[in-house]
């Protein structure tokens, strides 16, 4: 048997309330709540505020689990523990503990049940709904965006919540010949590196572990954090990949929407991707070789070059969604200044007509006053042709 731990990460634009964020951990004593008891937590691979509030961390209970994880139908798995972790950055973090059967022919079993995790989880959405209303205290969410998407679109039936997850998953080995067969069953090469006196393995989302002894929770949470950061801009580099095409189709088929929206995404995914990348900043020496080759295992740069190439291809829109807005909004000032030019040449002419017909020789201050209105008619009259001249040559 082997210990694992499964990694499903979602954004689910829910993030630590900034009057409680980076205080000391020893502010907030655990709290039960109705979904288990909630922890203050940091983050493990931020070195520099190690003690400080980064995000909260909920044990569920064996009832808020079992509902979590209906769905998912395990062969080769048993889980001991699942923990929430909610609020850095605005990511969800669902870690499922346990223990596995790998030997014996059943490490073809145990990838098969990391995907029933992955697509239990991802199915039963509406269960994380209701554990990160009853958090609101702690939480602070935006209404325009859930689990990576907004809500225009998913309303629309472009998208859904279960289409913007990525998640990883880890064995953890106590002796080398174990971490061997592993390796072999699932043709891993040889390259390791080491990170708190554990060698680690990869290949892309899995990591095998040889720990010098059973690992507890805490070790094994630590360890997968090593190399959050690769797999949180993963995320963001897919979602707003899918988010962006989806924007696009809508103003291709010019259906009617919010266009604010467009520039709204991409700030929202161009400053996660500052704070993750900030975040790197903040690694040791040894998570931060664990981040650059799950980069390379991800193929983030591939990721990342489909994203600014969508991103690109928005911000063209927007420009040609405001450019025609610019053109609808002269022709509105085109027939205003039609109608007012047509209704002063009307008065002039009718002011024009009645000095004439009184037969009055002096220059009263009514004449004086159609001439001026006269003159300002025409200045109207020139700007009018010089805007439709303008608008004829674009």
Not at 204 to 232: C, I, K, N, Q
Not at 248 to 269: E, G, K
Not at 352 to 360: F, K, P, Q
Request: proline share 2%; aromatic share 10%; hydrophobic share 45%.
């Amino acid at each position: 048997m082997a210990k694992f731990l499964f990694s499903f990460h979602w954004h689910v634009d829910a993030a630590v309330r900034h009057d409680l964020d980076r205080r000391p951990l020893t502010d907030f004593p655990a709290v039960q709540t109705r979904f288990g008891l909630l922890h203050a937590a940091d983050n493990p691979a931020n070195c520099y505020e190690a003690g400080l509030l980064s995000m909260w961390r909920l044990h569920l209970s064996a009832e808020a689990a079992a509902e979590l994880l209906r769905g998912a139908s395990l062969g080769v798995c048993r889980v001991e523990r699942v923990e929430l972790l909610v609020g850095c950055f605005g990511f969800l973090v669902v870690e499922v503990f346990g223990e596995a059967a790998c030997g014996d022919g059943g490490a073809a079993g145990f990838k098969s049940d990391m995907v029933a995790l992955a697509n239990g989880i991802s199915d039963n959405r509406a269960s994380v709904g209701r554990i990160l209303a009853s958090l609101d205290e702690w939480v602070s969410r935006r209404e325009d965006f859930s689990f990576g998407q907004p809500h225009f679109l998913v309303e629309r039936g472009m998208c859904d919540a279960s289409e913007s997850y990525v998640f990883t998953y880890h064995t953890f080995c106590t002796s080398a010949d174990q971490a061997a067969a592993l390796r072999e069953a699932w043709g891993y090469g040889d390259s390791s590196l080491c990170l708190e006196g554990n060698r680690t393995w990869q290949r892309f989302g899995h990591y095998v572990w040889l720990t010098a002894g059973t690992p507890d929770p805490e070790l094994m949470h630590r360890l997968s954090f090593a190399s959050v950061a690769a797999a949180w801009e993963t995320l963001v580099f897919d979602n707003g990949a899918n988010c962006y095409k989806n924007l696009l189709q809508l103003v291709r088929d010019d259906i009617a929407f919010d266009h604010t929206l467009m520039r709204r995404c991409i700030n929202r995914d161009n400053l996660l991707l500052q704070q993750v990348g900030i975040s790197v900043r903040e690694l040791t020496a040894e998570q931060l070789a664990l981040t650059m080759r799950a980069r390379r295992e991800f193929e983030s740069a591939s990721r990342e070059a489909l994203f600014l190439k969508g991103q690109q291809a928005l911000k063209y829109a927007i420009d040609g969604v405001d450019t025609k807005v610019q053109t609808r909004s002269s022709h509105m000032v085109e027939i205003i200044l039609s109608i007012l030019t047509a209704m002063s040449v009307y008065s002039v002419v009718n002011d024009i007509y009645a000095l004439i017909t009184t037969g009055e020789e002096v220059i009263s201050f009514h004449f004086v006053s159609t001439l001026l209105f006269a003159a300002a008619t025409l200045v109207v009259a020139v700007l009018l042709v010089f805007v439709v001249k303008n608008n004829n040559n674009r």
